[in-house]
């Protein structure tokens, strides 16, 4: 080679390194309008310190799980109309960079690396499946720029091979071990819906996210009095007949089947678990979270249950106010799980710069890190110091008519569960009848009212005001030996 090509080569790669990212393949590029699904970009146009807030969005519009991505840019686009009518981030507009990975985590990568080389965001926002956020990390890491996932579980998606934690990578939403833990909790329940002594596993080998709770769930089973009796994977990528492996479950005696896959695949097995006799119902995560789910299995998923992040009948008015605007946006269609998550992440990332008080990577990671209390639509978010995010968790059944009906709330660690619309026995005390927490910390415990329930005088010289509780809502003798009943608070 000449001296001067030789020159020229190394000037060449001198300035690919100062861009700070590695040269990606740019197809799926172009401009669009905002609702596009496929590569493009919506709000305001420009750059430079003066110019827009770049989120490059990397979600799963086509391909085996196109209904979770395509869910995921509604949420977000929903989120990005309404800052940027607001007056944007920090007096800027937010510029949406849209693209589709396909569902595949090549494809995820090749998508991350044009965000930053050639789009050059300020924050990338994706992905759904796991594998597909594991790809999109390491592009991320390696060329300095935060990613937010809304929804991918992984617990180690966040953390290096040594466990310390990637400086880069945050989730808005709850990891597989906190999803796994509860899953297997509820199941458990000796007063629950499935009360599971024993119990299969049947499991995608594929997934990070499928091997990841299934790894949980057999750590913890033991603990809950669950025993796992058999178990068995598949391969979601190439199998679609899972009679066989189906079959041989039928000689266990078992109480629930646990399935922790995506909704393409887990509306197979349902069917074909009826084909082959099994009635057991089934029990699985977010990935669930579909229409497409029930327009499959149709009567053979109705009585399964799967954890997931908000239940769209939950009659908060922030859910509410979130499911009638999606609705309003998108011809009548209940948001999923995918939609108020991408959602809520657009929102977090505009809470931490706006925390930061600048649009500058370092300073959006140092206050993504202290994230708390976010109030989100889908309820309130803290970062740890993992970079994921605390929050609750729902469990919700699969009915007759395709809807998903809320039937229990864990709160985030070191919280209490809360079971059925109201715990405490239909409200038999009113709204508040002695002051903010009259049974103390745990209210619904072994022993609601402590020792002494009714004190010397704990509500006041009228613990119930003006007979808020009803003309004699606990007896004839209130504070004797027995306040509330045998069982105030219910189960």
């Given at each position: 080679m000449r001296q001067g090509s030789a020159f020229l080569l190394l000037l060449g790669l001198l300035l690919l390194a100062l861009?700070?990212?590695?040269?990606?393949?740019?197809?799926?590029?172009?401009?669009?309008?905002?609702?596009n699904?496929?590569?493009?970009?919506?709000?305001?146009?420009?750059?430079?310190?003066?110019?827009?807030?770049?989120?490059?969005?990397?979600?799963?519009?086509?391909?085996?799980?196109?209904?979770?991505?395509?869910?995921?840019?509604?949420?977000?686009?929903?989120?990005?109309?309404?800052?940027n009518a607001a007056g944007g981030i920090l007096g800027r507009q937010i510029e949406a960079i849209w693209d589709d990975n396909a569902s595949k985590t090549d494809e995820a990568a090749k998508v991350a690396a044009k965000h930053c080389s050639q789009d050059k965001v300020d924050v990338i926002i994706g992905a759904v499946a796991s594998s597909n956020s594991l790809a999109i990390a390491k592009v991320a890491e390696d060329n300095n720029t935060p990613m937010v996932t809304p929804a991918s579980t992984k617990t180690t998606l966040t953390l290096n091979e040594d466990g310390s934690v990637r400086k880069y990578i945050f989730r808005t939403c709850f990891t597989d071990d906190f999803q796994a833990e509860r899953m297997i909790t509820f199941a458990a329940l000796p007063d629950g819906p499935i009360a599971a002594s024993?119990?299969?596993?049947?499991?995608?080998?594929?997934?990070?996210y499928s091997v990841g709770i299934r790894d949980r769930i057999k750590a913890v089973a033991p603990e809950l009095g669950v025993e796992i009796v058999s178990e068995d994977s598949f391969l979601a990528s190439t199998e679609t007949d899972f009679r066989s492996k189906l079959n041989?479950?039928?000689?266990?005696?078992?109480?629930?089947?646990?399935?922790?896959?995506y909704y393409d695949k887990v509306a197979l097995i349902a069917n074909q678990a009826r084909e082959v006799g099994l009635e057991q119902p089934l029990l699985g995560g977010d990935g669930f979270d579909s229409p497409d789910l029930f327009d499959i299995a149709q009567q053979s998923i109705v009585g399964s249950y799967f954890t997931n992040h908000y239940a769209a009948d939950d009659q908060d008015p922030a859910v509410q106010n979130f499911v009638k605007g999606y609705k309003a946006r998108n011809g009548g269609k209940t948001p999923d799980a995918m939609a108020i998550l991408a959602y809520d992440a657009v929102y977090a990332v505009k809470q931490a710069y706006e925390d930061a008080g600048s649009i500058d990577k370092e300073a959006f990671v140092t206050a993504m890190s202290?994230?708390?209390?976010?109030?989100?639509?889908?309820?309130?978010?803290?970062?740890?110091?993992q970079h994921n995010a605390e929050k609750k968790l729902v469990v919700l059944e699969i009915t007759g008519d395709g809807s998903f009906k809320w039937v229990y709330t864990f709160e985030p660690e070191g919280g209490s569960a809360e079971a059925d619309a109201n715990p405490c026995a239909d409200n038999p005390?009113?709204?508040?009848?002695?002051?903010e927490n009259p049974c103390g910390e745990n209210p619904c415990g072994e022993n609601p009212c402590g020792d002494n329930p009714c004190g010397e005088n704990p509500c006041g010289e009228?613990?119930?005001?003006?007979?808020?509780?009803?003309?004699?809502?606990c007896g004839d003798n209130p504070c004797g030996e027995n306040p509330c009943g045998e069982n105030p608070c219910g189960h």
């Open positions: 861009a700070g990212c590695n040269p990606a393949d740019d197809s799926g590029g172009g401009t669009s309008g905002g609702g699904t496929g590569g493009g970009t919506s709000g305001a146009g420009g750059g430079g310190e003066e110019g827009p807030v770049k989120i490059g969005f990397n979600f799963e519009e086509t391909g085996p799980i196109a209904s979770f991505g395509t869910s995921s840019h509604s949420g977000a686009l929903m989120a990005v109309d309404e800052i024993r119990a299969v596993i049947f499991y995608d080998a594929d997934s990070d041989r479950f039928k000689s266990q005696d078992f109480d629930v089947l646990i399935v922790p896959g202290n994230l708390k209390d976010f109030k989100g639509a889908a309820g309130s978010v803290t970062i740890n110091a005390c009113g709204d508040n009848p002695c002051a009228n613990p119930c005001g003006d007979n808020p509780c009803g003309e004699n809502p």
